[in-house]
């Protein structure tokens, strides 16, 4: 099977890439086992929130201006910070075009409040996601009878000592007792697919209500939304006070429902989405991918023009730790990694840690290499890069996002596709 490109990874990096490629008039395939990472995220983005000697960043266009003086090898630098405010609006305009409400801009990152209630800086966050600003009138947590994975009087005593008024309140909802007879059921992602039903939001609704007296908002768990924002926009236009969604423990409904999206996305445009697979091996010879193996097609190659590995890092095996050192997992590309083993990690568990910052070493095009030499038609891209510590620094979604439109663009450039 031909194409002009295919990508090793459905995340979010594997996706914007697919999607930009595909409007390019380019034939893609994605191979993804399934989830990614995004379904374990709060579907908010973060593009620099740090630089790596700890300074905060409140001015993103500052802060790129400085990093490259401080982290020559991180993938920001690499791009060029002009590139990386470049991508950050094509990215905003490509998740809009999706049908993705997000709020923020890259010139006016915000804060946003985590579900422990904390404010964490971001770029882009789910439009029902409270942000600073907040209300200074009163604030109702609202948590969900046997729901484990969402602790409203967390949330509260954090909103608190911030000098905020807040309290707390419990909704049964009966209609989730299917749900509550296994805990283990008993989750984000199920409840949204019983609370999504139309029949039930009447009696979410009536639950509500009676809660909004006196208040100025209520902030509930994000437990429904999966597909689109119709039962909160249901919700906000009938409750007499604001309304807004905490995104619970893993699995995270606003996470799946951005990754949703975009796959959606991606097949509208045409793309081939292999769910459920995956690339045992990886064919080359003289710099250059000629073929892609995978466990469901067996004997039958993908033969693409152009490969792009997306395969993230430890957490989608992207990268693997064994004892004698830190691997990519697919094709053993050159990376960076700090030696010995002792030293990839620290003593304070809190403080950024060595580890983190490995990842595949590329060329300014994102191309990387094998025994020191470059590929020709190999990208790699978001969290399998190398030289940054998504954590510390607060900026994983935008290296995914800056990253994957990098890539795109040397592809159709390459490629001769459209604009």
Same mark, same amino acid.
């Given at each position: 099977?031909?194409?002009?490109?295919?990508?090793?990874?459905?995340?979010?990096?594997?996706?914007?890439?697919?999607?930009?490629?595909?409007?390019?008039?380019?034939?893609?395939?994605?191979?993804?086992?399934?989830?990614?990472?995004?379904?374990?995220?709060?579907?908010?983005?973060?593009?620099?929130?740090?630089?790596?000697? @700890?300074?905060?960043?409140?001015?993103?266009?500052?802060?790129?201006?400085?990093?490259?003086?401080?982290?020559?090898?991180?993938?920001?630098?690499?791009?060029?910070?002009?590139?990386?405010?470049?991508?950050?609006?094509?990215?905003?305009?490509?998740?809009?075009?999706?049908?993705?409400?997000?709020?923020?801009?890259?010139?006016?990152?915000?804060?946003?409040?985590?579900?422990?209630?904390?404010?964490?800086?971001?770029?882009?966050?789910?439009?029902?996601?409270?942000?600073?600003?907040?209300?200074?009138?009163?604030?109702?947590?609202? @948590?969900?009878?046997?729901?484990?994975?969402?602790?409203?009087?967390?949330?509260?005593?954090?909103?608190?000592?911030?000098?905020?008024?807040?309290?707390?309140?419990?909704?049964?909802?009966?209609?989730?007792?299917?749900?509550?007879?296994?805990?283990?059921?008993?989750?984000?992602?199920?409840?949204?697919?019983?609370?999504?039903?139309?029949?039930?939001?009447?009696?979410?609704?009536?639950?509500?209500?009676?809660?909004?007296?006196?208040?100025?908002?209520?902030?509930?768990?994000?437990?429904?939304?999966?597909?689109?924002?119709?039962?909160?926009?249901?919700?906000?236009?009938?409750?007499?006070?604001?309304?807004?969604?905490?995104?619970?423990?893993?699995?995270?409904?606003?996470?799946?429902?951005?990754?949703?999206?975009?796959?959606?996305?991606?097949?509208?445009?045409?793309?081939?989405?292999?769910?459920?697979?995956?690339?045992?091996?990886?064919?080359?010879?003289?710099?250059?991918?000629?073929?892609?193996?995978?466990?469901?097609?067996?004997?039958?190659?993908?033969?693409?023009?152009?490969?792009?590995?997306?395969?993230?890092?430890?957490?989608?095996?992207g990268l693997s730790a064994e004892r004698d050192g830190i691997r990519e997992s697919l094709l053993g590309l050159d990376i960076t990694q700090p030696a010995p083993r002792a030293a990839w990690y620290g003593d304070d568990f809190f403080a950024p840690q060595p580890w983190q910052q490995s990842g595949a070493i590329v060329d300014p095009a994102l191309r990387p290499s094998l025994a020191g030499k470059p590929f020709a038609n190999l990208f790699?891209? @978001?969290?399998?890069?190398?030289?940054?510590?998504?954590?510390?620094?607060?900026?994983?979604?935008?290296?995914?996002?800056?990253?994957?439109?990098?890539?795109? @663009?040397?592809?159709?450039?390459?490629?001769?596709?459209?604009?």
């Open positions: 099977m031909k194409f002009d490109s295919v990508m090793i990874g459905g995340g979010l990096a594997g996706l914007l890439c697919g999607i930009r490629l595909q409007q390019a008039g380019l034939r893609c395939a994605i191979v993804t086992r399934g989830q990614s990472a995004l379904h374990f995220s709060s579907g908010s983005l973060d593009l620099l929130s740090a630089l790596p000697d @700890g300074q905060k960043i409140d001015d993103p266009a500052t802060g790129l201006a400085r990093l490259a003086a401080q982290s020559p090898n991180h993938p920001y630098s690499l791009l060029g910070a002009d590139n990386v405010l470049r991508y950050a609006r094509q990215t905003q305009t490509l998740l809009r075009d999706c049908g993705i409400n997000m709020q923020g801009d890259v010139a006016h990152p915000h804060q946003r409040v985590t579900p422990l209630g904390t404010l964490r800086p971001a770029w882009l966050s789910p439009a029902e996601v409270p942000v600073a600003p907040l209300a200074k009138g009163p604030m109702r947590v609202v @948590g969900i009878s046997g729901f484990l994975d969402f602790q409203p009087h967390l949330v509260a005593e954090s909103l608190q000592q911030q000098g905020l008024t807040a309290d707390t309140a419990e909704i049964e909802l009966p209609e989730l007792d299917v749900l509550r007879d296994n805990p283990t059921e008993f989750r984000a992602a199920n409840i949204a697919r019983v609370l999504d039903e139309k029949a039930l939001w009447q009696p979410l609704y009536r639950a509500l209500l009676p809660l909004c007296a006196g208040q100025e908002a209520l902030l509930l768990p994000a437990v429904f939304g999966l597909r689109d924002s119709a039962l909160f926009d249901w919700l906000s236009a009938r409750l007499p006070c604001a309304l807004y969604l905490l995104p619970t423990l893993p699995p995270s409904v606003p996470g799946m429902r951005l990754h949703a999206a975009l796959q959606r996305r991606f097949v509208a445009l045409g793309g081939i989405w292999m769910a459920g697979d995956e690339v045992v091996r990886v064919s080359h010879a003289n710099g250059e991918v000629q073929a892609v193996w995978t466990r469901n097609h067996g004997d039958i190659a993908l033969r693409p023009r152009f490969a792009v590995l997306a395969s993230g890092s430890f957490f989608s095996h790699a891209i @978001g969290s399998v890069l190398g030289g940054y510590d998504p954590i510390a620094q607060g900026c994983g979604g935008g290296v995914c996002a800056a990253t994957a439109l990098h890539a795109a @663009g040397q592809i159709i450039r390459l490629a001769g596709g459209a604009a």
